[in-house]
């Protein structure tokens, strides 16, 4: 992943700009899934505009530009390994999952940086 946009990413995780949503990449409140805030930067790197919840002609996940300027695969699912603490066992789960899970914007942040 392009160090910039992951440093970008991480950092507006852990700020106070963005309340967490679910499902979707914006909701009707103006609320970000962690994908969401991706695409929001890249809004605001590129100067494009949301169309109500759809960024580019996307609503859950994002529109190729926003994989290529961040520098990953298009349609990559930023898999990262998480630990089941019941049976101690680490799986690979999707950001996407853990935003829906309500896993907290600062904890994603934290294994963005570590992960990807």
């Not at 946009?5 to 700020?15: E, M």
């Not at 967490?20 to 409140?29: A, F, I, M, T, V």
């Not at 349609?75 to 899970?101: C, E, K, Q, S, W």
């Amino acid at each position: 992943m392009n160090p910039d946009v992951k440093s970008l990413w991480t950092s507006a995780l852990r700020s106070d700009q963005y309340r967490q949503g679910y499902r979707r990449l914006k909701d009707s409140n103006g609320c970000f899934c962690v994908l969401g805030v991706l695409c929001d930067l890249h809004a605001k790197a590129h100067g494009n505009e949301w169309k109500t919840f759809s960024y580019l002609g996307s609503n859950h996940f994002p529109p190729p530009e926003v994989y290529e300027w961040a520098g990953v695969p298009v349609g990559h699912r930023f898999a990262v390994p998480f630990l089941n603490g019941r049976i101690n066992r680490v799986y690979d789960l999707y950001l996407d999952t853990l935003n829906d899970r309500q896993v907290p914007f600062s904890e994603l942040a934290d294994l963005i940086e570590k992960h990807i």
